[in-house]
């Protein structure tokens, strides 16, 4: 019996980044360098934080979570991309393919929400620096992570569970390297305009507000900047700031040009080469944008390089 809602598809074939053979072998080295990069960034940002109490606060709390999610994110449809370099045909079973579209939409998702209290969180430190321990109790910060993880949950079951609703007859080739939502709609010989409405509801939602959400609190950021005194003050102020801000923006600016477009605005191929952003270059550059001038993680890196030395 075939898997789904009368759906006569049991397999799907990825057809991967590109079909030029000539460009196989070098985009796998290039992706599986950034995928253990982005393994061994998060991951080491996950111990320290973990293992040094001093990094016990609500920045850091964030920012544990954020590696977290971005590990899992990642490792999500990398691994399967870097066979694709490798292999002929890359074919992925329907309940694979669901599995892999419900980890990615969720991973994604709290990935938004995660860097939406991050900003938060950076907002009341600089602008309201005396309430600071006040509004980000610890009560405060689960409840933000609970809510990130609920909104990803949510937004997660809605596009697996729209897309168990439609059938797939004959066509079973995903222009894409892993099993994302639009191409999938492509293949499908039912009615899509349910899962379109559902997609532009869901994505608009979980795009529209963390990003205003976050640059509302940059924008607030600032302002409390540009009345430091010290030009040396507001010139490192600038510099972390405008580097959180271009990461947020290419995660975010890239989605919207996923999803967020018209059918006729542009190809499914630039759609692939924008999703390399949001699923590859992001979790690449969090963990450096977050702690490469980071006295606190320096400091925490030389403790535990000292410790395990003894």
Sequence with gaps: ????????????????????????LPLFFLFLLMYMVTV?????????????SHLHTPMYFFLFNLSLVDLCYSSVFTPKMLMHFLSEKDI?????????????SFFAISECYVLTSMA????????????????????????LLLGSYVM????????????????F????????YFCDLLPLLELSCSST???EVEILIVVGINIIVPSLTIFISYGLILSSILQINSTEGRT??????????????????????MYLKPASAGTMNEGKISSVFYTNTVPLMNPLIYSLRNKDIKIALQRTLSSSRF
């Design 1 to 24: 019996m075939a898997p789904g809602n009368g759906s006569v598809v049991t397999e799907f074939i990825l057809k991967g980044l590109t079909d030029r053979p000539e460009l196989q």
């Design 40 to 52: 061994l960034g998060n991951l080491s940002l996950v111990t320290l934080i973990g293992l040094n």
């Design 92 to 104: 992925i079973s329907y309940v694979g393919c669901m599995v892999q579209l419900y980890f990615f």
């Design 120 to 143: 938060y969180d950076r907002y009341v430190a600089i602008c309201k620096p005396l309430l600071y321990n006040v509004i980000m109790s610890p009560k405060v910060c689960w409840s």
């Design 152 to 167: 990803a949950f949510s937004g997660a079951m809605a596009h697996t569970g729209c897309m168990l609703r439609l059938t």
């Design 169 to 176: 007859c004959d066509a079973n080739t995903i222009n894409h």
């Design 193 to 195: 305009y349910v899962n």
């Design 236 to 257: 490192k102020a600038f510099r972390t700031c405008s580097s959180h801000i271009i990461a947020v923006s290419l995660f975010f600016g890239s989605g919207a040009f």
